[in-house]
């Protein structure tokens, strides 16, 4: 059984930063692409982050320059770098597997709470 479990968020002030891990179990993390999803209250959830199983990156427009995807195989685990928080970063952070390389997500994390403080 597929599980995938986030950690690092937290309250921090704007212009702070945090690392974000999911740890993966269950399945062979190396062979698929992971992403990382946000959700504010009250908007739709959002792709922040995408990492191929070769290591290429994708980013959200809103997020480019400030954050950081990436993955370390041999400990079947995922992280966010998120740098120059704002506000409008507060949201709920998911991990996700996507089963096929084209954007069918799967699995999905609990998620971990960030929120950034004016």
């Known amino acids: 059984q597929v599980q995938l479990v986030e950690s690092g968020g937290g309250l921090v002030q704007a212009g702070g930063s945090l690392r974000l891990s999911c740890a993966a179990s269950?399945?062979?993390?190396?062979?698929?692409?992971m992403g990382w999803y946000r959700q504010a209250p009250g908007k739709e959830r959002e792709l922040v982050a995408v990492i191929s199983s070769g290591g290429d990156t994708y980013y959200a427009d809103s997020v480019k320059g400030r954050f950081t995807i990436s993955r370390d195989n041999a400990k079947s685990t995922l992280y966010l770098q998120i740098n120059s928080l704002k506000p409008e970063d507060t949201a709920l952070y998911y991990c996700a597997r996507d089963l096929t390389g084209w954007g069918e997500y799967d699995y999905w994390g609990q998620g971990t709470q960030v929120t950034v403080s004016s």
């Open positions: 269950g399945s062979i993390f190396e062979i698929h692409a």
